[in-house]
Every structure is written in structure tokens, then in C-alpha cells.
């Protein structure tokens, strides 16, 4: 017999994954216009004003769970990691909406400034990869997957560096696409940051353990 | 921290009935401690246990040793009225004496232990129900029969009471299972002061109250001691899958 809390867990679980596929949907959008230079803008806003309308949703469906059914153990675990999760997929949508806010606001093109010694492409697909792993981890409950996003973010971390240091070597570069390029990997930085917060979230669902996957790289320097 | 009460290899029975099997656990002093489990778990006979009186009942017996203090309970030559003065004891149902005022229901336990001087009684009725957060609510109808308080007033009386012989271990047997929700918490805050000072073991039903009063936990399902540690972690990651799912309401 299932009980009382469960239908509420399953309509929080619901609400997460619609989050999920939008999260990505927008990220993903956002990441090959900037990429193309297409102009995304409104429908990202969209897109990103709903997910924080979902994450919402998450957490006062989670209040009134903790409110009415007073949970402990994996039940309590679960609605703290989701409402956490709920709001690192609506940061998502917004890093996405800011990513395609850029150009708009500096007035230049984004494919005008990417240049072939920067590897921004290569900071793009991580991040997309990341954020894909992030969502399966949340569908699946999958400590392997959340652990995988820690190797990945080390991997965005290395690239993110590597184009910081050719940002700065760069000698005949405009200031509107050395802010363009800068806004752009910082917010591809936090957007992997976010999907960090995920993984962790989702081992300590699982395993009951606060473990952090950010950061190793430094640390391990 | 030291250890006020430690259980070694504790079983009892109820005649052939086996009701708790190999118990072992260091029950920390000035502390709350809170047994939880389904019913028939044998919570309540553990701690009718520590202070001998499992013992009172035809055909029950133990083996293994509790040690008050590092001094075995069944060791011989230990009074169980000794043991019992020390290891104090309120029930699920509040119990006031009747037919005695509520002065006299707390200074029965002093007045049998030989206390007579009437100022030092005075001061220990008052100081006990100041304690169970009683006095200020009944100094003025000292001599109103115990049996006229609301229920959670007589709760507290019999906290009170206990109390007044100075005990070091407060045993508690479900004690706002009859109480109402605004009885129930001004007995949890009470608890939870006296956890400061004395070494309080409670026995529960209700696990939100065992999570809201305790600083430690025990899981005790079919006699046997299945989980035991802080209680914040029992609620938020328990160890074992049995306290999962007792805990989260998959069973019991």
C-alpha cells in the first residue's frame, strides 16, 4: 500500500522532470544561437520565466509536504534535494536567457567575435554534456551519472581557464568581443557550477552523504 | 559526555515469551535519550527493565546487566527500591494519587523516604514543581485534589513527583500519548530542560516527537536493538533499511 506522501513525492518528481526537459531545451537553444548568431531572445526569456514559475510550484509543493506530512529519512532527503535541484535548473533558464542577452546589449555579433584559437566550441559541448548528464542523473536517481558530472565540470573548469588565458593573449580584439566572449564563458562556467550543485545534490538523496563535486581540480593543484 | 546507564547482553522474557534479545547500549547522562519502534517492540520492557521493574511481573525474568554508574542493577545485594529511587519513572497515563492534594501527590515519595521537617518539604515541593513548570499554575490551590488537574497538568505532577526525590535517571513511558497537542509540547520542552541535568529515556510512539525532544535515538523492532545514534541522524540517513522504512512509515 502506498502512502499518503507518496502521491505528493510522485507529483513533485513530475514537476522536476517537465523542469528538466525545459532546462534543457533552453540551454540548448541558447547555447547554438549564440554559437550561430541566431537571435533567440524572447522565446529564451520564456522559456526561463516558466522554469522559475516551476521551481516555485517545487517549493511550495515541498513546504506543504514538510508541512503535512512531517518527513524524515529518504523522504526528507528527497524534498530538500529537489527543491534545491528546482532552483538550479531555473538558474539554468536564466543563464541561458542572459547568454543570449549579450549581443543584444553590446551590439555586436556573436560569431563575429569567436575566434578559431579559442576553443569556445569546445566549452559549448561541454557544457550542453553537462547539463544532459545533470537532467539523466535527476530522472534516474543515478549516483554514477552525478558523479560523472563532477569529472565533466573539472573538464568545462580546464577549458574555461584555457580561454581565459587566450582571451587575454589576444592582441587585436575588440572590447565588445572581449566582453562578449568573457560574458559568455563566465555564464557557461556557472551554468556547469549549477549542474555541480545537482550531482551533489542527487548523491545525498541517494546516500545520505554531503560530498562536494566542485572545485577538485583546484584543490588537487 | 560519560555514560550514565550502560546495557550489556540484556534479554527478557515474559515466561517463554523471548520479548528482547541481546541488547547492548550506552545510554549517555544528562542527556535525552528516545527508544522508538512498533508496538510489542519491546520498548516499554526495556525500560522497565533498567530500574528492576520487568522483575515485579509473575514469570518475567532477564539475563545480562545494566550498569548505573558502572554498578550492576541485578548485582547482588542492590535493593530495587534503591534502584528505583535513582531511576524514576512516569507513565503513559497520567497516575496522581487520588485521593491526596497536590502538595502531598509530590511530597508522598519524600514523606516515605522519612522526610518530615516541613520547611525542607515545603522547599521540595515547591522547587519539583517549579521544575515540571507546575508551580506557577498551582501554588495558589496547593491543597486542590491532584486528581482535579487538567491532563497535562497532571502529567507534570507526576513529573513533579518523580522529580522530588532527587532521581539521576528519568524513565518515560509515552508520556502525552493522552495529552493533547498544547499539553504535549509544554511536556516536550520540559524534556528537553530536564535533559540538561538528568538522564531522561523516552519511550515513543510518535516518532516527530522523538526527533523533536531527543538527542539520541534507539530503533528496537521484534526484541532487538536494530539502530542507535544521534538523532538527527536516524531521521535524516538512517543506517539501516529496517529504520528506513519504520521511520518513513513503510510499515509498523
Known amino acids: 500500500m502506498s502512502r499518503l506522501i507518496d502521491i505528493g513525492l510522485e507529483q513533485l518528481s513530475k514537476l522536476l522532470f517537465k523542469m528538466g526537459e525545459l532546462a534543457e531545451k533552453t540551454v540548448s537553444l541558447s547555447l547554438d544561437s549564440y554559437m550561430e548568431g541566431l537571435e533567440v531572445h524572447e522565446k529564451v526569456r520564456i522559456w526561463s520565466e516558466t522554469l522559475v514559475a516551476l521551481s516555485e510550484q517545487v517549493e511550495e509543493k515541498a513546504i506543504e509536504l514538510i508541512a503535512r506530512y512531517q518527513p524524515v529519512a529518504s523522504d526528507l532527503r528527497t524534498i530538500e534535494s529537489y527543491m534545491k535541484i528546482a532552483y538550479d535548473l531555473s538558474r539554468y533558464g536564466r543563464y541561458a536567457w542572459d547568454i543570449t542577452f549579450i549581443h543584444r546589449r553590446l551590439d555586436v555579433s556573436s560569431t563575429d567575435c569567436i575566434f578559431p584559437s579559442l576553443p569556445i566550441k569546445e566549452l559549448n559541448e561541454k557544457v550542453k554534456n553537462i547539463v544532459q548528464t545533470s537532467i539523466e542523473a535527476v530522472r534516474r536517481n543515478d549516483v554514477g551519472l552525478a558523479k560523472k558530472i563532477g569529472e565533466i565540470e573539472n573538464e568545462v573548469d580546464i577549458v574555461y581557464y584555457e580561454c581565459l588565458d587566450k582571451l587575454v593573449e589576444q592582441d587585436r580584439i575588440t572590447t565588445k568581443c572581449l566582453i562578449t566572449n568573457l560574458l559568455f564563458i563566465r555564464h557557461l562556467e556557472r551554468i556547469a557550477d549549477h549542474a555541480s550543485y545537482i550531482g551533489e545534490s542527487i548523491i545525498y538523496l541517494v546516500t545520505g552523504e554531503r560530498i562536494s563535486l566542485r572545485g577538485r581540480m583546484l584543490n588537487e593543484s | ?252
Not at chain 2, 31 to 46: D, M, R
Not at chain 2, 65 to 93: A, C, E, S
Not at chain 2, 201 to 218: E, G, K, L, P, S
Open chain 2, 1 to 252: 559526555m560519560s555514560y550514565k546507564i550502560e546495557i550489556e547482553d540484556l534479554n527478557a522474557w515474559f515466561g517463554n515469551n523471548h520479548v528482547l534479545t541481546d541488547i547492548n547500549m550506552k545510554i549517555r547522562e544528562n542527556a535525552v535519550t528516545a527508544i522508538i519502534g512498533p508496538s510489542g517492540c519491546g520498548k516499554t520492557t526495556l525500560i522497565r527493565c533498567l530500574n528492576r521493574m520487568h522483575e515485579l511481573v509473575p514469570g518475567a525474568r532477564i539475563s545480562g546487566r545494566v550498569l548505573l554508574d558502572g554498578q550492576d542493577v541485578y548485582g547482588n545485594g542492590v535493593d530495587p527500591v534503591t534502584v528505583r529511587r535513582r531511576i524514576g519513572m512516569v507513565f503513559q497515563k497520567p497516575n496522581p494519587f487520588p485521593m491526596m492534594s497536590v502538595y502531598d501527590n509530590v511530597a508522598a515519595g519524600l514523606k516515605l523516604n522519612g522526610m518530615k521537617d516541613k520547611r525542607r518539604l515545603d522547599e521540595t515541593v515547591e522547587k519539583s514543581l517549579e521544575l515540571a513548570i507546575l508551580w506557577d499554575e498551582v501554588k495558589k490551590e496547593l491543597d486542590k485534589s491532584g486528581a482535579s488537574l487538567s491532563g497535562g497538568q497532571q502529567q507534570r505532577l507526576c513529573i513533579a513527583r518523580a522529580l522530588a526525590v532527587e532521581p539521576e535517571v528519568i524513565l518515560m513511558d509515552e508520556p502525552c500519548s493522552a495529552l493533547d497537542p498544547t499539553a504535549t509540547a509544554k511536556i516536550e520542552k520540559l524534556i528537553r530542560m530536564l535533559g540538561k541535568d538528568y538522564t531522561v529515556i523516552i519511550v515513543t510512539h510518535n516518532m516527530q516527537q522523538a526527533a523533536r525532544v531527543a538527542d539520541f535515538t534507539a530503533f528496537l523492532y521484534l526484541g532487538e536493538l536494530v539502530e542507535y545514534g544521534d538523532t538527527s541522524s536516524v531521521f535524516q540517513n538512517p543506517r539501516n533499511k529496517l529504520t528506513e522504512n519504520y521511520i518513513t512509515g513503510k510499515f509498523g
